[in-house]
């Protein structure tokens, strides 16, 4: 038998699609894996934790403990350069608990960190025993870097330089516990949380990515498949720093979906049917994160075109305004 330590962070409005989460990692395990499955958490009630509790034990191939993290962080915490991400992303002090798997671990010398926006399809046991010889924490590239240049605009120059094609994306970390505490990097991260001059856009992954300096690894990019891969690919100006065959491999043989931009319970992303065919089979009930789903489905594709123009829409204006003013005042002499 085989144990694998494993955590989550999330808040009590979370803990339906966690409970999908984790019905799908031991469904689809292996035989021989157990999980040793850990939340971190600062307000999960006792009924929430039941039920979640009750799924895993369940599945008999697991052990959930839950971790109250009473806060820490708060006192760190600057929501002034935080939450630079986009409008619909939810970032909580639990979002950047995650980076700080060291402290809570101390029995383990390594950790597997999971999100819980996931379905999982196929068992993960193998990333484990990822390389981790002198880094930190082992990651799945961000494959949009290279094309969208929001996703890492907001570096600064040293920062871009360091990990434009090293940046790794949350969802899922194999994480160095040893190596974390022997060389205090927590102390690290809390620089980088308390440096306003460090702008977050992505709050726990730039926490992660610049307190590292690129003291990474990678694990294949099939453990986060994203359901909309698909509409980036199908524009030829598409790059990556993955190669094609990487790129079609996540989604044709995906580990896990990761729901990172479009949720099942508020959108429509590939996948969302499998993610309710869970959700009904274990009788979940729909909380106040669930909205109703759009009626107009849109791609992330499409709703980044549109906020490209609203961009170039608002260049073009100031321009005009700009021309306007500058004729007001060259002909202001015939006025
Ligand atoms: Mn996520």
């Known amino acids: 038998m085989k144990s694998i330590p494993i955590f989550f962070s999330f808040d009590n409005n979370y803990v339906e ?37 009750n799924i895993v034990n369940k599945q008999g191939n697991a052990r959930l403990s839950f971790i109250n993290t009473n806060n820490f962080l708060s006192e760190f915490w600057d929501s002034q ?18 980076c700080f798997g060291g402290r809570f671990f101390p029995q383990y010398d390594r950790i597997i960190y999971s999100d819980v926006d996931i379905v999982v399809i196929d068992d993960i046991s193998e990333i484990y025993d990822t390389d981790l010889n002198g880094k930190y924490i082992a990651g799945v590239r961000n494959p949009f870097s290279k094309y969208l ?30 190596k974390i505490r022997e060389d205090n990097l927590e102390k690290r991260m809390i620089e980088v949380i308390q440096d306003e001059t460090i702008l977050k856009r992505w709050n726990d992954q730039d926490v992660i990515n610049i307190s590292c300096e690129g003291k990474v690894g990678f694990i294949p990019l099939n453990y986060i498949s994203y359901p909309y891969l698909l509409d980036f690919l199908r524009d030829p100006k598409f790059e990556s720093d993955y190669t094609r065959e990487e790129l079609y491999d996540s989604i044709i043989n995906p580990k896990i979906i990761h729901f990172a931009a479009f949720k099942p319970w508020n959108s429509n992303p590939n996948y969302s049917r499998l993610w309710w065919t869970i959700f009904d089979y274990l009788n979940l009930k729909k909380t106040n994160i669930f909205k109703e789903l759009a009626t107009k489905d849109t791609t992330l594709r499409e709703r980044l075109k549109t906020k490209k123009y609203r961009k170039l829409f608002k260049v073009a204006l100031a321009a005009l305004v700009i021309s306007l003013v500058i004729n007001f005042v060259s002909l202001g002499g015939y006025w």
Do not use: C
Request: aromatic fraction near 12%; charge should be negative; glycine fraction near 4%.
């Open 149 to 178: 240049e929001y996703e890492l605009s907001h570096l600064k120059p040293e920062h871009y330089e360091m990990l434009h094609d090293k940046y790794i994306a949350g969802g899922i970390w194999v994480m160095n516990l040893k």
């Open 81 to 98: 350069n935080f939450n630079l991400g986009a409008e619909s992303s939810v970032f909580t002090v639990d979002t950047v608990i995650r």
């Open 17 to 53: 699609p966690a409970a999908v989460a984790f019905f799908s990692l031991l469904n689809k395990a292996k035989k021989d894996v157990f999980y040793e499955m850990y939340v971190l958490h600062s307000d999960i009630t006792e009924g929430k934790q039941n039920l979640l509790s």
